[in-house]
């Protein structure tokens, strides 16, 4: 597989339901980020974890990195329909910042 | 909150012909890029900008793909002959630092027919 995999592909969820992402990569990182895309918008910043960093909250959202595995999850608690989105990793292995994203996991929250 | 801006939102332009593309990144950040997603696929890493100068670029990235920061505001990705496989969302992204999430434009869709 290619640095930033994400699994499952597609995930569909009644509202109130946890969502949970994984993401695989293959070479050292600094950093691993997940960002948000709805339909044909541009991408929005959800949250980054360090490398040196194991779990990470923000509101919602919990974001774990196993760096001996070398993979991440996404988990997004009590969803809403608005979570309805796809949402992409994308590690960062070079001095400079570089992103590598995966293919992305699209999440559909029914009412 | 303070919001990158693409303009245009979407082109059209005919094979062969140069497009540019203008993004206003964030003020004080200082790490600039240029990605782009093909309809479907994932989306691509082109360059990377920092200290007014090229810091990486992809293999996508050839001699027909230019960028500048002309004026310290603007950053423009300029494609000097399009190709049909050019079409794709363009997006423009600023950080402040390499260990900080990117904020990203809205994209401009390039089509070239």
């Known amino acids: 597989s290619q640095q930033g995999e994400e699994d499952p592909q597609a995930l569909s969820i009644q509202e109130g339901e946890n969502a949970t992402m994984n993401c695989s990569y293959k070479?050292?990182?600094?950093?691993l980020q997940w960002y948000r895309q709805n339909s044909g918008r541009g991408l929005v910043h959800l949250i980054l974890?360090?490398?040196?960093?194991r779990e990470k909250h923000s509101g919602r959202l919990r974001v774990t990195l196993d760096t001996s595995k070398k993979s991440s999850s996404l988990l997004i608690t009590a969803s809403r329909a608005a979570d309805t989105a796809s949402y992409f990793c994308?590690?960062?292995?070079?001095?400079?910042?570089?992103?590598?994203f995966g293919q992305g996991t699209i999440l559909t929250v029914h009412p | 909150e303070p919001e990158v801006t693409q303009t245009p939102s979407h082109q059209v332009t005919q094979m062969g012909q140069e497009v540019i593309l203008r993004c206003v990144p964030i003020s004080n950040h200082l790490y600039f890029y240029w990605y782009r997603q093909i309809l479907g696929q994932k989306v691509e890493f082109l360059v990377s900008f920092y200290n007014n100068e090229i810091s990486e670029k992809s293999e996508i990235f050839d001699d027909q793909f230019s960028v500048e920061r002309p004026d310290g505001s603007n950053f423009t990705l300029k494609i000097r002959s399009t190709k049909l496989e050019d079409s794709a969302m363009y997006f423009c992204?600023?950080?402040?630092?390499?260990?900080?999430?990117?904020?990203f434009g809205s994209g401009t869709r390039l089509t070239v027919v």
């Open positions: 974890i360090r490398s040196n960093e």
């Open positions: 992204a600023s950080s402040p630092d390499r260990n900080y999430g990117y904020t």
């Open positions: 994308a590690t960062s292995g070079t001095s400079y910042g570089k992103l590598t």
């Open positions: 070479t050292s990182i600094n950093n």
